[in-house]
């Protein structure tokens, strides 16, 4: 069966060609099936859009996802979070610690908190400002701009890379290789689709990425700094192996890039999209902001799903019961989505009560630890963007990444009235 010639209600969740679509036909098909088909089975395909063999219970509504979220040992994470099965090896580079059950879990999660505290997130705050003032500076007075490209990407990039210690010179190159790791099934950054060639460019760009991390971690434990690869791999008591921030790195450094850039451009689209609620954040900043970045990544939803896998026979969720190696995706889109727990889901709306989405995954061991920090990057962006280019707007539609997994949104024309910030 071709791409083309879908059979079944949520068969398109696994077609990459058809998450191209424009998000309105994508987010009906998710409420159809909410309403009539909740948690349908659905066949694998390969980057071609054939079957391959196997299959993935797709839980689309809110109450599921939570459950199983809090249910890791019926429902793991160490047998991977995509939805194909990928060799341990290449699973490395695109997991890390998202790909562990404990006790491996709990180890790193503990060592790699130590980056993350209210008070390490604090001191970033000025840093977080000056980068948005300089890269928003940087096309301000051109009065348009890949609103992706030059300034949603580089912002979260250049703040991980500042965290980590990470000298600018290498900003190009990990923005190249992390889209290459995290948008390996696009063919504007693989273009070789052949499940050889994808798996290749994959393992190439993490062993680049790798041999950096691992050089820098050597330089920290013989000259310890005030970064976070010395935090984590030359402090006292536990620490990271060089191997282990390597994987880390490109988890994070993918997690801080993708996600938090697609949220701000989603976020544009949003303020786009309903001027009435762009208004309202625009001209009360103290009193939104807040609840506007939670609504910009419900909204949003930069990361589409993760997989869990049944941990044996006999495990039971609501009236159904599942078989040890069951694979169940949690659809993130669907449940940030679901009529139940958020009235008007597909409407942007600044004033929503939030606290409940799961745009940064449900509770549970693996609820996102950086999604403060995505915050404090989104929160500092926007008021950033109304002081500096108060009338920016996207114009076209967005060029959506060929990926179920990440919300991503590849190119995004904006325009603004032209102006000097300096």
């Not at 001027?275 to 589409?304: I, K, N």
């Not at 967005?398 to 991503?408: A, I």
Request: glycine share 6%.
């Amino acid at each position: 069966m071709t791409s083309t010639e879908i059979s079944k209600p949520g068969e398109e969740l696994d077609d990459l060609t058809w998450w191209t679509r424009p998000v309105e036909e994508r987010d009906a098909l998710f409420a159809r099936l909410r309403a009539e088909d909740p948690r349908p089975y659905v066949l694998e395909r390969d980057l071609a859009g054939e079957p391959r063999g196997g299959g993935f219970w797709a839980l689309t509504r809110y109450d599921d996802v939570w459950e199983v979220s809090r249910r890791p040992d019926d429902f793991c994470s160490g047998q991977g979070t995509t939805i194909f099965d990928q060799p341990a090896s290449l699973r490395e580079y695109r997991g890390s610690i998202i790909d562990m059950d404990n006790p491996e879990h709990q180890r790193l999660r503990r060592i790699v908190s130590r980056g993350f505290t209210a008070r390490s997130l604090e001191r970033l705050h000025a840093d977080v400002d000056r980068a948005s003032r300089d890269i928003i500076g940087a096309v301000s007075e051109r009065g348009e701009c890949d609103f992706v490209t030059e300034i949603a990407a580089l912002l979260p990039l250049r703040i991980v890379n500042a965290m980590m210690g990470i000298p600018q010179r290498y900003e190009r190159f990990i923005f190249d290789q992390t889209n290459i790791v995290l948008g390996a099934s696009d063919p504007e950054y693989v273009p070789d689709q052949t499940p050889r060639s994808v798996a290749t460019a994959v393992w190439k760009a993490g062993e680049t990425l790798s041999d950096l991390l691992r050089e820098l971690a050597a330089e920290r434990i013989a000259e310890p700094q005030d970064d976070l690869i010395t935090t984590l791999v030359a402090a006292q008591g536990e620490r990271m192996t060089p191997e282990e921030l390597a994987r880390f790195f490109i988890l994070l450094v993918g997690a801080g890039n993708e996600t938090t850039r697609n949220a701000l451009a989603h976020g544009l689209l949003a303020l786009t999209q309903f001027p009435d609620q762009r208004r309202l954040w625009q001209e009360d900043p103290d009193t939104h902001t807040a609840a506007a970045v939670d609504e910009v990544v419900r909204w949003g939803s930069p990361v589409l799903y993760m997989r869990r896998t049944v941990t044996r026979d006999g495990v039971r969720l609501g009236d159904q019961t599942f078989s040890e190696g069951d694979k169940v995706v949690l659809w993130y889109r669907s449940a940030n989505q679901d009529e139940a727990r958020f009235p008007e889901p597909t409407r942007f709306d600044v004033t929503r009560a939030h606290g409940a989405h799961v745009a940064f995954g449900a509770p549970g061991p693996h609820h996102c630890l950086g999604a403060n920090l995505a915050r404090l990057e989104l929160s500092v962006a926007f008021r950033t963007l109304f002081e500096l280019l108060p009338d920016i707007h996207a114009v076209g539609e967005p060029q959506f990444l060929r990926s179920n997994f990440l919300h991503g949104i590849k190119h995004l024309r904006a325009e603004f009235t032209p102006r000097s910030v300096a």
